[in-house]
């Protein structure tokens, strides 16, 4: 059973006095359950706006089909809803109250204990400044405190979204610790959007990116690498030049030595990298360095979202 | 986040998940609302200050206070008798009586009502007592019931809510059962305030007159409808703030209506008047409702004299439409909770 189920999910927003808006347009998404599945896209890709629909904040077009733990959206959120966590943006307390009564208050209306409170405060590390007031509270702490909320009611599906925002290094560090336990408990899905490539690419089992509202791949992060992979060699031989040629004349595509030694040559689109090993050994080019080259999510991002940028 | 990375173990779903307790979770939400209890704070000091003022205003007149009273009684009788003797010299002839009226004498007039310290009567008093308490509880729960959302709104701590009870007719339906409970105990802490303020004005410097028969219910009557009048209140600021979404653009609506459009319909539409909503304030909790008199419009009976134009509200009438009042400004805020996108 997935944790989410998006089927050709559609948003408009219309405002007076505006053209409308298209947020979604017939979005298909599917986070199996357990582990972490990553959502990207660029600013305006609509990441927001899923999760906003997934949690019942905003009503979608009609037409699409939406399923949260098994449960149909928004019909049957109430009835899972105790097994969701989800912070969303910046965390939405009130201000005048400490962190620790912001938190009970939360739990109070779900019945959550109170004990549960001091443990999520504990996991967050925020338990020394439980009693300060929220609007004292630095940007870190704010978020800290909005993933101890999610945390509260030990969710099945946990939806972070921008969770390392106003976070310091360490702080970074042990959210994406926390999130790969998480996602590893074998018990949590995690849902965690981000604008920060580097963290899907090290948290997230899997994958989807959005573009202008619409799922333009999705799939485990290594496949999704893959179909951003270049088949690009970087080889090191003493005389570049020389190997360039001998390469060249093999039906190799091959740019010119990059490196200011001149020792080191890309080749691209190479399907087998034994081929160039030979033929570079039989011209007596022997190789200092053989390494693919290989692609990043960020790469494979631009490539997939076709963002010059 | 260093101390403990591991999230902590799942609650057991019969020990951590007992039944939701919204109605709980958002008494203790109002309670802790540190503005509201700086309101009630001073809502205490203010009734501390007015029995004191109370205790210095009324007290048994000496000698000298009644032989001061009865000598200003001399003084306006003479007045009158110097008034009257000159109206009897233009009179015409034989209608000196009718077209003057009879001698005023010293008999007509309480030394009482004449002396600078009168003992407080609770008689007199105790309506009158319990509709200013009533109109300065409603003010208050007006400010409380905007604030109580105009804050949440602010905070949006009412959207984090809806991530834990999705159902948003529930969560209003919780804020605005809160308030309302809240608003009733505001307006019976009033009445009992006024009730506490008068036995203390009438053990320490009242009379110790026997009070007529039907007192107490006619008092509780007048009583009860001004704790009806605050619960109003505070759901009609409630409404106005959920609506505007904003505590300060809500109490600024306050402001312009009663301030300049009551006070330009009063001027320009006077006719209008059964339909204000301070009008059917005080008829809904003065004894027998309220009386307008319109004297911008009149007709001449037979006799030549001029019938001005009346409204009366009865007691019912304005409750029915405070009421009305405070259900659509409610219903319109949560119908737009209930259908728009929150974000």
């Known amino acids: 059973m997935p944790a989410v189920h998006m089927t050709s999910v559609s948003k408009t927003y219309r405002r007076r006095g505006r053209p409308p808006q298209k947020a979604l347009d017939s979005l298909d998404l599917v986070v199996d359950s357990g582990g972490v599945h990553g959502f990207l896209g660029p600013n305006g890709s609509g990441k927001t706006t899923s999760i906003r629909v997934l949690l019942g904040l905003v009503r979608p077009d009609p037409g699409g089909e939406i399923r949260l733990l098994d449960a149909p959206v928004p019909a049957g959120l109430p009835d899972v809803i105790g097994a969701v966590g989800a912070l969303v943006e910046t965390p939405l307390f009130f201000p005048g109250f400490s962190g620790r009564l912001n938190l009970q208050l939360l739990a109070e209306a779900a019945g959550v204990s109170r004990a549960r409170v001091e443990e999520c405060l504990e996991t967050v590390d925020l338990r020394d400044r439980a009693e300060d007031r929220f609007k004292g509270y630095s940007l870190g702490m704010k978020q800290r405190l909005g993933i101890a909320a999610a945390l509260l009611k030990a969710p099945r599906l946990l939806i972070l979204d921008e969770p390392s925002n106003g976070l310091d290094p360490a702080g970074i560090r042990d959210v994406r610790e926390l999130i790969r336990r998480l996602g590893a408990d074998g018990r949590t899905t995690v849902l965690l959007s981000s604008h920060l490539l580097a963290e899907i690419q090290q948290v997230c089992d899997s994958v989807s990116i959005l573009a202008r509202g619409r799922c333009v791949a999705s799939g485990p992060v290594s496949e999704v690498l893959a179909r951003g992979a270049s088949g690009d060699l970087r080889v090191r031989v003493p005389d570049a030049a020389a190997a360039a040629a001998v390469l060249s004349a093999a039906g190799f595509a091959v740019a010119p030595p990059e490196h200011p030694d001149g020792r080191t040559l890309l080749v691209h689109g190479v399907p087998a990298p034994g081929e160039v090993t030979r033929i570079l050994a039989a011209h007596g080019h022997y190789l200092e360095e053989l390494t693919p080259v290989t692609a990043d999510l960020e790469s494979a991002f631009l490539a997939i979202t076709g963002d010059p940028a | ?343």
């Open chain 2, 1 to 343: 986040m260093s101390a403990v990375v591991e999230q902590p173990p799942a609650p057991a779903r019969d020990e951590g998940y007992v039944h939701p307790s919204l109605l709980r979770a958002e008494f203790h939400r109002f309670r802790s609302r540190r503005f509201i209890q700086v309101l009630l704070a001073a809502a205490l000091v203010g009734w501390l200050a007015a029995v004191v003022i109370g205790l210095f205003q009324f007290g048994e007149p000496d000698e000298g206070d009644l032989a001061a009273a009865r000598a200003e009684i001399a003084q306006m009788v003479e007045q009158q008798e110097v008034w009257r003797q000159q109206c009897l010299d233009d009179a015409p002839p034989g209608e000196e009586e009718s077209f003057c009226g009879p001698e005023i004498t010293a008999a007509e007039f309480r030394t009482e009502d004449f002396v600078g310290t009168a003992p407080f009567d609770l008689e007199q008093s105790a309506s009158g007592g319990a509709m200013g308490f009533g109109a300065a509880a409603a003010a208050l729960a007006f400010l409380i019931g905007a604030t109580w959302i105009g804050a949440e709104w602010s905070s949006r701590s009412v959207v984090a809510l809806l991530f834990w009870v999705p159902r948003r007719m529930q969560v209003m339906g919780a804020k605005v059962t809160v308030l309302a409970v809240a608003a009733a105990a505001l307006g019976v802490a009033a009445q009992l305030g006024w009730l506490a303020m008068a036995w203390i004005l009438r053990i320490a410097v009242g009379t110790d007159d026997p009070l007529p028969s039907g007192f107490w219910g006619d008092l509780l009557a007048t009583q009860g409808r001004c704790v009806l009048l605050v619960v109003f209140a505070a759901l009609a600021g409630f409404g106005l703030a959920n609506l505007i979404r904003n505590t300060g653009a809500a109490l600024g609506v306050g402001f312009v209506y009663f301030a300049i459009v009551e006070n330009a319909v009063r001027v320009m539409r006077p006719e209008w008047q059964p339909a204000l909503l301070t009008n059917n304030a005080a008829a809904l909790v003065a004894p027998g409702g309220l009386r307008i008199v319109d004297y911008e419009n009149f007709t001449v009976d037979a006799d030549g004299n001029q019938v001005f134009e009346e409204f009366v509200i009865g007691n019912l009438q304005a409750g029915i439409v405070l009421g009305v009042v405070a259900a659509v400004v409610i219903g319109l805020g949560v119908l737009l909770f209930q259908r728009r996108d929150v974000h």
